[in-house]
C-alpha cells in the first residue's frame, strides 16, 4: 500500500505572530525510538532488600557481570513484579537482548548504536520548533532498554544544550524494553514519579509481561502537571482476540489518572503514547473514556483525545499489517482545553499533530509513504522509526 498517510502541513507564521503579540509556548510530545538499545547483551537484576523507590532495587546489567552478583533465587519460577520480589535476589535474561549485539544477525555495532542516537535526536530537536522555535519540553520515549541508552541520547549533540533530564524505570516486558521521559531541567520540575503494573495474560491463562504505565508529575513553567506515558499490549494474534490485554491497560491508566486529578482537579493531565489502538477503539473510547469532541467533556467524561480530529482526516502514524492506524495518541484533561482560543494566564492547548517530516517518510518502494524505519528485517536502513512522533504545543499569555 502506498501514499497512504496523509501529512500536516507545517504552518507558514509561527505561534508568536499569530497571536500578534508575547506568548508563552511548550511543546509535550513523545517518540517511538525503534529498538534504542547499546550493543552489549545484558539482563534484569532485581536485587530486593533495596528500597523500591531506589534505581538499584531493578537494574539493567551486562550479562558477563551476572557470576559477581549475588543471587538467591537461581532459577526463580514466581511472578515478576515488584512487591513478589521483595527480598529475594534474581536475575531475568532481556528477551532481545541477545538480538542486538556486534555478534548477531543484526550486526549491530557501535556506529550503528551512534547513528541511532543521533537519528532520535535529531527528531526531537525538532518535534514542535516551527511553533515554539526550541525543542519540547517534556518528552517520552518508547522503546528503550535501559537508562543508560537514555543518558546517551540526552548526550547528543543535536539536544545537549537543552540539558535534559532522565526518568527510567526498568520494566519486566517480555522482550527487556522500556519507556521514559526526559525535560528540560530548567522550564519543568518533577515531584514525584511511579510505574504502575498492567496485568495481562494469554488465551491459555499464563501471565504475559508488558510495559508499566510510567507516570511523573511536578511543575511546567511553575503550573502544576502530571504526564502518564504508555506502551499498550500489541496486536499480536489479531485485534479481537488481544484487546482484553489493552482494556487492561485502559482501566490501569484511567485509574491512574483519576486518582491524580482527585487530588487535585486543577492538575493538568497528559496521557501519552502507543496504545496499540485507534481512537476510536474500545479500549480508549469504553475503557479509558476518552472523548474525540470537545462538546463532549463533562463531569463523567474529562479527558479529550486530541488525536480524534486527525482520525477522522485520514492521518495515520503507523501502518499495521497494511493499514493505516493512528496508534499514537495525546489525551489530555478537560482543562487544558480552551473553547474560544483565548490566550489565558495558564496553559491551553493550541494545536497537536503527528510529525512527519520529509525526512521521516519512505520515498519510495513497497513502503512508500511510511515511516522511515530503522530496520529491514536484519538490515539498518539509516531510518528513525516505524512510528511518526506526535506531540502537543501549549500556549499562555505571560
Same mark, same amino acid.
Given at each position: 500500500m502506498k501514499n497512504i498517510f496523509t501529512i500536516v502541513a507545517i504552518l507558514s507564521i509561527s505561534l508568536v505572530a499569530a497571536q500578534k503579540r508575547q506568548v508563552r509556548a511548550a511543546t509535550i510530545g513523545f517518540l517511538n525510538v525503534e529498538n534504542l538499545w547499546d550493543t552489549i547483551r545484558s539482563a534484569d537484576y532485581i536485587d530486593g532488600t533495596k528500597d523500591r523507590s531506589n534505581p538499584a532495587f531493578h537494574r539493567s546489567v551486562p550479562l558477563d557481570s551476572i557470576k559477581y552478583l549475588e543471587v538467591t533465587d537461581k532459577d526463580y519460577k514466581g511472578p515478576w513484579n515488584d512487591e513478589s520480589l521483595i527480598g529475594k535476589k534474581v536475575v531475568r535474561i532481556q528477551g532481545s537482548s541477545e538480538e542486538f549485539t556486534p555478534k548477531s544477525g543484526k550486526n549491530y555495532t557501535y556506529d550503528v548504536y551512534k547513528q541511532k542516537l543521533a537519528n532520535e535526536a535529531k527528531v526531537i530537536s525538532e518535534m514542535g520548533k516551527s511553533y515554539t522555535g526550541t525543542a519540547p519540553v517534556v518528552v517520552g520515549l518508547l522503546e528503550v532498554e535501559n537508562r543508560q541508552v537514555v543518558e546517551d541520547l540526552v548526550k547528543e549533540p543535536a539536544i545537549a544544550k537543552y540539558d535534559y533530564?532522565?526518568?527510567?524505570?526498568?520494566?519486566?516486558?517480555?522482550?527487556?524494553?522500556?519507556?521514559?521521559?526526559?525535560? &528540560?531541567?530548567?522550564?519543568?520540575?518533577?515531584?514525584? =514519579?511511579?510505574? $504502575? %503494573?498492567?496485568?495481562?495474560?494469554?488465551?491459555?491463562? !499464563?501471565?504475559?509481561?508488558?510495559?508499566?504505565?510510567?507516570?511523573?508529575?511536578?511543575?511546567?513553567?511553575?503550573?502544576?502537571?502530571?504526564?502518564?506515558?504508555?506502551?499498550?499490549?500489541?496486536?499480536?494474534?489479531?485485534?479481537?482476540?488481544?484487546?482484553?490485554?489493552?482494556?487492561?491497560?485502559?482501566?490501569?491508566?484511567?485509574?491512574?489518572?483519576?486518582?491524580?486529578?482527585?487530588?487535585?482537579?486543577?492538575?493538568?493531565?497528559?496521557?501519552?503514547?502507543?496504545?496499540?489502538?485507534?481512537?476510536?477503539?474500545?479500549?480508549?473510547?469504553?475503557?479509558?473514556?476518552?472523548?474525540?469532541?470537545?462538546?463532549?467533556?463533562?463531569?463523567?467524561?474529562?479527558?479529550?483525545?486530541?488525536?480524534?480530529?486527525?482520525?477522522?482526516?485520514?492521518?495515520?502514524?503507523?501502518?499495521?499489517?497494511?493499514?493505516?492506524?493512528?496508534?499514537? &495518541?495525546?489525551?489530555?484533561?478537560?482543562?487544558?482545553? =480552551?473553547?474560544? $482560543? %483565548?490566550?489565558?494566564?495558564?496553559?491551553?492547548?493550541? !494545536?497537536?499533530?503527528?510529525?512527519?517530516?520529509?525526512?521521516?517518510i519512505t520515498k519510495e518502494g513497497n513502503y512508500k509513504g511510511y515511516p522511515f524505519r530503522s530496520w529491514s528485517g536484519d538490515k539498518f536502513t539509516g531510518g528513525y522509526s516505524d512510528h511518526f512522533p506526535a506531540f502537543v504545543v501549549l500556549q499562555k499569555e505571560p
Open positions: 533530564g532522565v526518568v527510567h524505570y526498568n520494566s519486566y516486558d517480555y522482550r527487556g524494553i522500556d519507556i521514559a521521559f526526559i525535560y &528540560q531541567k530548567r522550564r519543568f520540575t518533577p515531584s514525584k =514519579s511511579w510505574t $504502575k %503494573e498492567i496485568k495481562i495474560f494469554g488465551s491459555e491463562g !499464563k501471565r504475559e509481561y508488558t510495559r508499566d504505565v510510567l507516570v511523573l508529575t511536578g511543575f511546567l513553567d511553575n503550573e502544576k502537571v502530571a504526564f502518564f506515558l504508555n506502551h499498550w499490549p500489541s496486536r499480536r494474534g489479531g485485534e479481537a482476540i488481544s484487546l482484553s490485554k489493552r482494556n487492561a491497560a485502559a482501566k490501569v491508566l484511567r485509574q491512574q489518572m483519576d486518582s491524580v486529578r482527585a487530588l487535585d482537579p486543577s492538575t493538568k493531565l497528559f496521557a501519552m503514547g502507543d496504545f496499540n489502538d485507534d481512537p476510536v477503539s474500545p479500549s480508549l473510547k469504553n475503557g479509558l473514556k476518552a472523548v474525540g469532541n470537545p462538546k463532549d467533556l463533562s463531569e463523567e467524561n474529562h479527558y479529550l483525545n486530541l488525536m480524534y480530529p486527525l482520525y477522522k482526516k485520514g492521518i495515520a502514524s503507523l501502518a499495521y499489517q497494511d493499514a493505516p492506524n493512528l496508534f499514537d &495518541q495525546i489525551i489530555v484533561s478537560s482543562n487544558l482545553h =480552551s473553547p474560544n $482560543k %483565548e490566550l489565558r494566564k495558564d496553559y491551553t492547548v493550541f !494545536k497537536a499533530e503527528i510529525f512527519a517530516p520529509d525526512y521521516l
